[in-house]
């Protein structure tokens, strides 16, 4: 349980980096971020949720 509230803080400092040391491009993301579609969304979380997953094994496995 330690690993996930220690992930989780990583997840969040790393968002902090984003929209504390770049505002701008954090508001331009969000706009393409919007305009997207819904399968191109699917596809990058998918990819996103591998990638960790992969990620994880390594270094655990």
Excluded: H
């Excluded at 220690?6 to 902090?16: F, H, N, P, R, Y």
């Excluded at 984003?18 to 331009?28: E, T």
């Amino acid at each position: 349980m330690s690993d996930f509230i220690a992930a989780l803080g990583l997840v969040l400092v790393i968002e902090g980096l984003v929209y504390g040391g770049m505002p701008r491009l954090a508001r331009k993301l969000a706009q393409q971020v919007l305009e997207m579609p819904d399968s191109a969304l699917r596809a990058a979380g998918v990819s996103a949720m591998a990638l960790g997953v992969l990620v994880i094994w390594l270094i655990r496995g």
